[in-house]
C-alpha cells in the first residue's frame, strides 16, 4: 500500500525559505504512471494546488506561487522536496504531499491519491 | 484566474440525498474529481473522472456532469458523512484548481 509522509520544520521566519520533503513507500516514485505533487491548506480555509514533479524533474506549478517555488526529486531516496521562498504569514498552512495521476499520456488536470497527513508550517518571527 | 465555484455549505437530514455542485467554464473539457475532508485528516478521493468511484469509497456516493457543472450527489446520507467536499479539475493549461469546498451537515 502506497504512503507518503511530509517532513520538515514546522517553524519558519519571515523571508526565509520553507523546505519539505516527502518520502513515497509502498511502491517507487520512478513510476512512468505519475506525478508527485504539493498542496496546502490554510488553517480553516481551502485547498491550493502548489505544484507537481515527475520522476524524469518536470515540473509544472500554480502561476500564482511559481515565482517562489522549487520542486524537486531524488529517486535514489524515493523522495520529492518542495521550497517557498520568502516566505510570509500568508504561506502558514498544513502542507500535504500526494501521488498525482494524469488521464492521459501529457499533461493535464488529473487526480491526488493517496496523500500523506500533512505538516503544519507556521511562518512567525 | 479560472475558478471552480461551490456552494459554501449544504444541509441534508439522515438518509436523505445530498448534492454539491461545483460550476466552472472548463469543466465541459475537463475532468473533475471530488474529495472528503473530515476535520483534522488529510483528503480522501470520493470521485474521479467525472463519475468512476475509487475502490473503498460506498456506493452511495456518485458524480455527475453537465455542460459547465458537475455535481457530487450522497445518497442516503449518514452522520459519518458529515464533512467538507472539495472539487478539483484543470483549467484551458492543464493546471490544478480545487473548488472553495462545501461543508456537509448531517441535521
Known amino acids: 500500500q502506497l504512503q507518503l509522509q511530509e517532513s520538515g520544520p514546522g517553524l519558519v521566519k519571515p523571508s526565509e525559505t520553507l523546505s519539505l520533503t516527502c518520502t513515497v513507500s509502498?511502491?517507487?516514485?520512478?513510476?512512468?504512471?505519475?506525478?508527485w505533487g504539493w498542496i496546502r491548506q490554510p488553517p480553516g480555509k481551502g485547498l491550493e494546488w502548489i505544484g507537481s514533479?515527475?520522476?524524469?524533474?518536470?515540473?509544472y506549478y500554480n502561476p500564482s506561487l511559481k515565482s517562489r517555488v522549487t520542486i524537486s526529486v531524488d529517486t535514489s531516496k524515493n523522495q520529492f522536496s518542495l521550497k517557498l521562498s520568502s516566505v510570509t504569514a500568508a504561506d502558514t498552512a498544513v502542507y500535504y504531499c500526494?501521488?498525482?495521476?494524469?488521464?492521459?499520456?501529457?499533461?493535464?488536470?488529473?487526480?491526488?491519491?493517496?496523500w500523506g497527513q500533512g505538516t503544519l508550517v507556521t511562518v512567525s518571527s | 484566474s479560472y475558478e471552480l465555484t461551490q456552494p459554501p455549505s449544504v444541509s441534508v437530514s439522515p438518509g436523505q440525498t445530498a448534492r454539491i455542485t461545483c460550476s466552472g467554464d472548463?469543466?465541459?473539457?475537463?475532468?473533475a474529481y471530488w474529495y472528503q475532508q473530515k476535520p483534522g485528516q488529510a483528503p480522501v478521493l470520493v470521485i474521479y473522472?467525472?463519475?468512476e468511484r475509487p475502490s473503498g469509497i460506498p456506493e452511495r456516493f456518485s458524480g455527475s456532469s453537465s455542460g459547465t457543472t458537475v455535481t457530487l450527489t450522497i445518497s442516503g446520507v449518514q452522520a459519518e458523512d458529515e464533512a467538507d467536499y472539495y472539487c478539483?479539475?484543470?483549467?484551458?493549461?492543464?493546471?490544478?484548481?480545487f473548488g472553495g469546498g462545501t461543508k456537509l451537515t448531517v441535521l
Open positions: 500526494a501521488r498525482h495521476t494524469l488521464y492521459s499520456s501529457s499533461w493535464t488536470g488529473g487526480w491526488f491519491d493517496p
Open positions: 509502498g511502491g517507487s516514485i520512478s513510476s512512468s504512471s505519475y506525478y
Open positions: 514533479i515527475y520522476y524524469s524533474g518536470s515540473t
Open positions: 472548463a469543466l465541459p473539457k475537463q475532468y
Open positions: 473522472k467525472d463519475s
Open positions: 478539483q479539475s484543470a483549467d484551458s493549461s492543464g493546471l490544478v484548481v
